[in-house]
């Protein structure tokens, strides 16, 4: 059994693929026997992608059962993606689950049941309320001719493995969510785009679930910039229902002066898939890397309120077609990445999340202490 994994490929790639071929989606984290799911379809060849890591019911999971949307919600999540997927031309499209209880909504969906081995086993700590809960957000996106589609996951995932390694007593990082929002997602094969409304209702959800469970600080550690303004949404509807949490995001990783300090590149040299990114795969997954095949397109369409680069720039916010200023679908110079580079960069970056982890503890702490001063103050 051929079994292609679609967020290992490149976007010429997932282009290749035969789109007879059937497409699965697993629901959690576990290990399925895709051989038997092979077996059920009829097929030689499988192309998985990503695991949906939570959202649904998952009884046997002490954790991410508390993750649980309603199910209608849920099935506007495996909607978008099979959505996606029928746009580029994919014909038979499931979702695999071996968790019979799942309380899915799945009319026009097709659902098999599969036997697994469990991966990945939380357990919810007990101190929640006095650690702060990461989110990672990624996503599933071409990254040009010469990177995975995985390459925001995985550099937002080796970033909350550094945070676990750190300060593995003060955080509780949830799995990588791999599915983001991308608007240019039908100019180069392989994007999925979740749509920004599901996006922002989902996690919204997801941080009822986690202020229901305890939680009282919840930091969204983003890997994709899509993402962003769905985020500060999230961010704002989240704090005004729960004033009680402290609930907060960022722009991007990577983002202090250890950024400038190692690039090569000149400014617009690390926007998508240039040099920044490249550097980070090149010493997370260089076997996912083909840089006999990275370019060079730092010929945008640029004015002074407007140009890109890894931190976006200017006054001005558009969304022009991508097509306009990139061929291969990056922007910046993926020539000049190397490993080591990216090993510097992920030290730096996760040096920074600590230093925000401990900000967002600090926000809280003043602010709990401020609101007991002024609750006595009222009182007399």
């Not at 002490?62 to 508390?66: D, E």
């Given at each position: 059994m051929n079994l292609i994994k679609y967020s290992d490929l490149t976007y010429p790639e997932v282009?290749?693929?035969?789109?007879?071929?059937?497409?699965?989606i697993p629901l959690g984290l576990e290990q399925y026997?895709?051989?038997?799911?092979?077996q059920a379809l009829g097929a030689d060849s499988l192309i998985a992608l990503p695991g949906v890591p939570y959202g649904f019911q998952q009884a046997d999971r002490?954790?991410?059962?508390?993750l649980a949307v309603k199910p209608g919600l849920f099935r506007r999540v495996m909607v978008g993606i099979r959505q996606e997927l029928a746009a580029q031309g994919f014909q038979k499209i499931y979702f695999i689950s071996g968790h019979e209880d799942a309380q899915l909504k799945t009319e026009g969906?097709?659902?098999l049941f599969c036997p697994y081995d469990v991966q990945f086993d939380p357990q919810w700590p007990q101190d929640l309320s006095g650690r702060v809960v990461v989110v990672s957000t990624g996503h599933t996106e071409q990254h040009g001719f010469h990177l995975p589609l995985s390459t925001d996951t995985l550099i937002v995932q080796a970033l909350a493995d550094h945070l676990t390694r750190l300060a593995a007593k003060r955080v509780y990082c949830l799995p990588v969510w791999p599915y983001g929002v991308s608007t240019h997602s039908h100019e180069f094969p392989g994007t999925l785009n979740l749509g920004g409304r599901v996006f922002e209702d989902f996690f919204l959800a997801i941080v009822d679930r986690l202020v229901s469970s305890g939680a009282r600080m919840i930091y969204f550690s983003n890997g994709?910039?899509?993402?962003?303004?769905?985020?500060?949404?999230?961010i704002k509807y989240a704090g005004e229902r729960h004033p009680q949490a402290f609930i907060a995001t960022e722009w991007l990783h990577t983002t202090g002066p250890e950024l400038q300090r190692y690039r090569q590149s000149t400014p617009g040299g690390m926007g998508h898939g240039g040099e920044l990114e490249t550097s980070y795969i090149l010493h997370l997954r260089p076997d996912l890397v083909h840089m006999e095949q990275a370019t060079c397109e730092m010929d945008f369409i640029s004015t002074p309120n407007y140009y890109m680069d890894w931190i976006e720039a200017g006054s001005l916010i558009a969304n022009p077609?991508?097509?306009d200023d990139t061929l291969s679908g990056i922007y910046g110079d993926a020539t000049l990445a190397t490993a080591d580079k990216g090993r510097?960069?992920?030290?730096?970056?996760?040096?920074?999340?600590?230093?925000?982890?401990?900000?967002?503890?600090?926000?809280?702490?003043?602010?709990?202490?401020?609101r007991t001063v002024d609750q006595k103050s009222n009182l007399k």
């Open positions: 282009a290749d693929l035969p789109r007879q071929w059937p497409v699965v026997d895709y051989r038997q799911v092979a002490s954790a991410l059962v508390r969906l097709n659902l994709h910039g899509g993402n962003h303004s769905f985020l500060v949404n999230i077609p991508w097509s510097l960069w992920l030290q730096a970056a996760g040096e920074q999340k600590l230093a925000i982890i401990k900000e967002i503890q600090d926000q809280h702490l003043r602010r709990r202490q401020a």
